[in-house]
Every structure is written in C-alpha cells, then in structure tokens.
C-alpha cells in the first residue's frame, strides 16, 4: 500500500509538472501573439499616418501650384494695367503731349513774321500744336495697343495647360479697346478730319 501510494503522488505530481509546463506555454505563445499583433497594429498606424502626411503634402501642392510651376503671372497682370493706364491717357493728355504743344506754340509765334497772314498764323501757332498733341496721343495709344495685345497672346506661348487669371484679361482687354479708341481720334484729329483748323477766308 506505501509503494502504490508513493507510485500515485509520483504520477500527479508529473502530471501537474507537465500541465504547468503546458500552461507557461500556452501563455508565452499568447504573449508572442499579443506582441506581433501590436507591432502589426502600430507597423499599419505608421503606414497610415504616412500616407495621409502624403495626401497633405499633395493637396499642399494643389493648393498652391506657384511653388511647382513658373511664374505666378505678376508681370502679365503689371502689363495689363499699364495698358490701361496708357490707353486712358491717349484719351485724357498728359502733361509730355502738353509741353509739346506748348513748345510747338512758342516755335511757332517766333518763327511768324508779323506780315503773315491770317491762316499762316492760324496754322504756324495753334495748327502745329494741336497736331502735336495728336501725335503724341497717337503714341501712347499705339503702345497700350501693343501691350495689350502682347498680354493677350502671352499663355500661348507660356506653360502648358496654365490657365491666365479672369482680372488679367478684362484689364488686357479695356487697355486694347482704349487704345484702339485713342488711336483712332489721334489719327483723325492729326488729318484735320475732327475738329479741324477754322476758316480764315
């Protein structure tokens, strides 16, 4: 009976060796997998906050084009409003196209003898002036013209697929029409065909 007894303790106390063995395994494999679950999860989080980071730096990059492509288009929107600018004051005078005529006057009165007659004076003094006017509105007229037309045409010949501001062309566009309309009344103001020289007869 003390030997069988002996034999059984032996027997249970092997078999709860192997079940605790068993059981520290069972946890360790546990353990194992919660690790690499973790590091799976955090390994995904990291992609993920990658590719957003990437998705903000494209939007960035969408947002604000400038960075990536040429020039911003400060320069065509300058030349825009010194079209307009130019063809306002082919309409208005300036203060050059002023002195012009006064100068043309003063030429004028010294170079008539007062023995000349009526017309000759009329044309020598006020004539000459007027033309002179004319002229130099003529000029400031034909450049707003050009730079408008220049600011027009320039996308052709820029980037691809860069699109010009709205304000650039409207302000492109009125420089032109000014232009066009100062050129034309210089054009007939300096044939005498609007308002020319009165009759002396």
Known sequence: MGTKTADETGATTGAEATTDEEKVSVTKSADDATEAGTESAGDARADGTDA???AEDDA???EDPSGAEGPSGVGQGAAAVVSAVLGLVSLTGGWIG???AARETLIGQL???SNASVATQVKEVYGDAWQT???W????ALVALITG???IARPAFGAPGRVQAPWIKSVAWAGIALGVIGLLLAVLKYSDALLGLPSTG
């Open 52 to 54: 957003a980071l990437d």
């Open 60 to 62: 960035d990059l969408a």
């Open 98 to 100: 002023t002195v012009a």
């Open 111 to 113: 170079q008539t003898s």
């Open 133 to 135: 006017t004319a002229l």
């Open 137 to 140: 509105a003529g000029g400031f």
């Open 149 to 151: 037309v220049v600011v």
